[in-house]
Every structure is written in C-alpha cells, then in structure tokens.
C-alpha cells in the first residue's frame, strides 16, 4: 500500500498532535502498567530521600545554634566556675589557645582535674571537647572526660561515662580534644565534664593547660539517638 493509503484513515484525526490532551485512560491503555508502578517507587524513594536529608539539616543547624553551658569556658575570668581537684589550678595569660588567659592545672596526684557540673535531659545530645597543651618534663596523659549522674548537681553514683582520646607527648602547640556526641542516658539528669590529667609516676608533677572548653546538649528532633553509647 502506498503513501496515499493512509490518508483518508487519518483524516480528521487530531489524537496525535498533543498527547497531553489524551484522557487519562487512553494513556492508561497506551503505557505499560510496571511504568506507573515505577514511577511511584521512584517517588516514594525521592520522598524518604528529602525526608533524611531535611533532618540531617535540621539536627546540624540546631547543633550549630546551641549554646555553650559551661560558664567561663576559655578561662578570662580566671578559674570562676571551675572546680579542681589532685593538684593546684590558676589561670595564666601565655600560652594561650584563645583570648588573653587560659587555665594551668599542676597535677600532683594519680589523676588530677579540672570539672564543672550541668544540668542535661535524658536523650539528648551532647559534645564536650576543648583545647589542652603540656609542657613537663615528666610522663602524664591528659584527656576530657564525661561522667553522668542520676542527681541534679553530679553527686551521688557515676552512671557512666564517655572518653575522649587522650595524649601525653609535649606538643608544640594546644591540641584539640572531644569526646564525640553521645546520648545521655535515659536516667541521668546531671553531668560532669573533665579535664583530666593522669601521672604515668605518683610523686611527680605534671603541668596541663586548657582552653576554650564547650559543653553542648541538643534535642534531637527527629532521630531518637544520636551516638552509640
């Protein structure tokens, strides 16, 4: 049949011209059911897609507006807020990580520290690092510590607690230090962060400093946890 056969069966026939115009069952009819049954998976997954990343977002900008809950973190009114205990804490204006003072901590026992004591809420998030710097001429590792409490003001029974790494070479300059997020646990409503210094020989003295220390709690919004303890 030639060119010609066609035409009069097309005559008249504007069905080609805009497919947009086909009523939905004509496109039914003309697309394979496993298109419009993988059209709506490929939804479904763009879907949880944007859904994760909205919350990711969501937990690092909350993260990044939380305030810091230590008072006096990086020392400027000296050792205001700040306990101490194994040793003997002042504050001294070099070296320094930040600002024009930072705290000395001449450690005398097995493991000395410095802490502050606050307040969390079960579940939440929280980070605790800071920056520290040795200069002794004996052995001693200085690290950050976490410990919970079931109490309100870190009296009573250690629940648990979270480490961070620790150092105990003489570097040249302040090293930064953090014991990671972690949830706090379900029953405790108090926490005190450390900052630690262990003597490798008791009877020996070992000079730690440490600046610009940061406690921070978040309230996760949409993941319950955020960190295996």
């Given at each position: 049949m030639g060119r010609s056969g066609f035409q009069p069966a097309l005559a008249g026939c504007r069905c080609f011209e805009d497919l947009t115009n086909f009523p939905e069952p004509l496109i039914y009819e003309y697309l394979p059911r496993k298109f419009f049954t993988k059209l709506k998976n490929s939804r479904i997954i763009i879907f949880i897609i944007l859904i994760t990343i909205l919350s990711i977002s969501t937990n690092s900008l909350h993260a990044a507006d939380?305030?810091?809950?230590?008072?006096?973190p990086g020392f400027e009114d000296g050792t205001n807020g700040w306990q101490w205990y194994g040793g003997i804490l002042t504050y001294i204006d070099n070296p320094v990580h930040g600002g024009s003072r930072a705290a000395v901590l001449i450690a005398s026992e097995a493991e000395a520290y410095i802490s502050q004591t606050v307040h969390v809420s079960p579940g939440s998030c929280c980070t605790f690092?800071?920056?520290?710097?040795?200069?002794?001429?004996?052995?001693?590792?200085?690290?950050?510590?976490?410990s919970w409490y079931e109490s309100e003001d870190g009296t009573g029974s250690e629940i648990k607690?979270?480490?961070?790494?620790?150092?105990?070479?003489?570097?040249?300059d302040y090293r930064f230090l953090t014991t990671g997020t972690h949830t706090t646990p379900a029953n405790a409503h108090s926490a005190k962060v450390k900052g630690i210094v262990r003597l490798a020989n008791p009877g020996q003295f070992v000079t730690a400093y440490f600046d610009d220390m940061s406690f921070i709690e978040t309230i996760p919004i949409s993941n319950p946890t955020c960190a295996p303890n």
């Open positions: 939380a305030p810091n809950l230590l008072q006096n690092s800071g920056w520290a710097f040795k200069n002794s001429i004996y052995e001693g590792n200085i690290s950050l510590r976490i607690r979270n480490e961070s790494d620790s150092f105990a070479d003489n570097p040249i």
